[in-house]
């Protein structure tokens, strides 16, 4: 299958994802998966499409600027490289970590070295900071794939010692179980 990933950046305003989609459905590619959001005023998008056969990604990405520049935004465009899912091999349960605390530079590098370190997957982090001490302020939100061979009290211990020295309160569950404790 011949799959692009797209990245579009711009300041943020209504119609943008009409515009890049009504693009991609023009030039006959399908959206398979779109992550979108809005941080602080800029529109941050991710794409991953199929596109016709005989169709590059660079014909692609000349198709998206050409229709994007008016409304300011910038395209990225490569192909989509399929390799394999770092589950496939060792079986992953998927866990969220979260942290809050006082604001400071190096937070989600300090957390993430700890992560990488017990060969943990984020596959998808968030992250809101306010400045100051207000915890509430300052929310880091990891959703991560554990392989099963890992040793889950190892890792949750390496977490709570860095999370500590840190100052963050910090909060490790199944995802299961924080999807159901924070359902609506």
């Known amino acids: 299958m011949n799959k692009a990933i797209l990245s579009i950046l711009g300041r943020d305003r209504p119609g943008i ?3 890049v989609s009504r693009t991609l459905f023009q030039q006959n590619c399908n959206i398979e998966n779109v992550s ?14 199929s596109m ?5 990604a660079e014909d692609l990405h ?4 050409s229709s994007l520049a008016p ?23 998927p866990f969220v970590i979260t942290t809050r605390g006082p604001d400071r530079k190096g937070l ?34 990891y959703e991560v794939d554990v392989p099963t061979v890992v040793d889950h009290q190892a ?15 910090i909060n490790i569950q199944h995802r299961n179980i924080f999807e159901t404790l924070h359902r609506i």
Not at 62 to 65: D, I, K, S, V, Y
Not at 155 to 169: F, M, S, V
């Open 108 to 141: 989600v590098a300090d957390i993430s070295e700890v992560i990488a370190r017990h060969g943990v997957n984020i596959t998808n982090l968030q992250a809101v900071f306010k400045g100051g001490d207000a915890p509430g302020d300052n929310i880091m939100i």
């Open 17 to 19: 994802v009409a515009a």
């Open 155 to 169: 890792l949750a211990h390496d977490l709570r010692t860095k999370a500590e020295g840190l100052r963050l309160e």
């Open 62 to 65: 000349r198709g998206l600027c």
């Open 71 to 93: 409304l300011g935004l910038h395209v990225h465009t490569k192909p989509c490289e399929i390799g394999d899912d770092h589950c496939a091999t060792d079986p992953c349960e």
């Open 52 to 56: 016709p056969p005989g169709t590059s």
């Open 36 to 49: 979108q959001m809005m941080l602080q005023a800029e529109f941050a998008g991710i794409f991953i499409v």
